[in-house]
């Protein structure tokens, strides 16, 4: 069974950091294009930034590219992201997905559309 584990939220100020993590299992997702959205209350989910499974190429949404960076760590089967300079405009619950393996693992996976898992959720709010 398929699961995944989001940790690291939480609130933060204008400018700070926060850095956040979907713990995956089995360890056979470790080698599976993984990605991260967002959804805001009254918004569509958002793609956030996405990473494939074999050389580790990535993709970033236009409103965090520059301040977000996402990595993974295979051994661990962790999926990371790092998130700099948070603006109010970041609140939302953050979700960590994973594709199946009718998703090549070299693709960087952007639309919502090509993850057959999803974690429930970790909020973050950031104050202005």
């Known amino acids: 069974q398929v699961q995944l584990v989001e940790s690291g939220g939480g609130w933060v100020q204008s400018g700070g950091s926060l850095r956040l993590s979907c713990a995956a299992s089995?360890?056979?997702?470790?080698?599976?294009?993984m990605g991260w959205f967002r959804q805001a209350p009254g918004e569509e989910r958002q793609f956030v930034a996405a990473?494939?499974?074999?050389?580790?190429?990535?993709s970033y949404g236009t409103r965090v590219r520059g301040r977000f960076i996402i990595s993974r760590d295979k051994a661990k089967s962790t999926l990371y992201l790092q998130m700099n300079s948070l603006e109010p405009e970041d609140t939302a619950v953050y979700y960590c997905?994973?594709?199946?393996?009718?998703?090549?693992?070299?693709?960087?996976?952007?639309?919502?559309?090509?993850?057959?898992?999803w974690g429930q959720g970790t909020q973050v709010t950031v104050s202005s």
């Open positions: 997905a994973a594709t199946s393996s009718r998703i090549n693992r070299l693709t960087v996976a952007t639309r919502s559309t090509d993850y057959d898992y």
């Open positions: 990473i494939n499974g074999i050389d580790f190429g990535t």
């Open positions: 089995p360890s056979g997702l470790s080698s599976s294009p």
